[in-house]
Nanobody, 126 residues
Framework: QVLLTESGGGLVQTGGSLRLSCTVSGSISNSYAVAWFRQAPGQEREFVSA????????YYEDSLKGRFTMSRDRSKNTVYLQMNRMRPEDTAVYFC???????????????????WGQGTEDTVSS
């Protein structure tokens, strides 16, 4: 069993920043990725970013590069999503998810994720 626990969401004004955290616990293998997805009201859940364990390689949705940065603290089994210069269209529920044995060509795919966090709601006011 694997548990992902998110924190750090909330309300921010346009142009502001938020940092989300996701801690992975339980039965963890040595080869996995942690990905962030988001789902806006009435929209499909979409890929935001991912980081591979153990090499730390990161991947981003192209439109978010330069504003969003993903990092990790290996000692805490925690990943972070730093979101800067936020816009109203960033308003969504953000989910972290684990992807076992990640493959670069499918790292953006929801179906490759086997465990999900409960989601954290982020609202950007205009």
């Amino acid at each position: 069993q694997v548990l992902l626990t998110e924190s750090g969401g909330g309300l921010v004004q346009t142009g502001g920043s938020l940092r989300l955290s996701c801690t992975v616990s339980g039965s963890i293998s040595n080869s996995y990725a942690v990905a962030w997805f988001r789902q806006a009201p009435g929209q499909e859940r979409e890929f935001v970013s991912a980081i591979r364990w153990p090499n730390g390689a990161t991947y981003y949705e192209d439109s978010l590069k330069g504003r969003f940065t993903m990092s990790r603290d290996r000692s805490k089994n925690t990943v972070y999503l730093q979101m800067n210069r936020m816009r109203p269209e960033d308003t969504a529920v953000y989910f972290c998810a684990r992807q076992p044995n990640p493959i670069v060509s499918t790292i953006r795919a929801r179906y490759r994720c086997d465990y999900w966090g409960q989601g954290t709601e982020d609202t950007v006011s205009s």
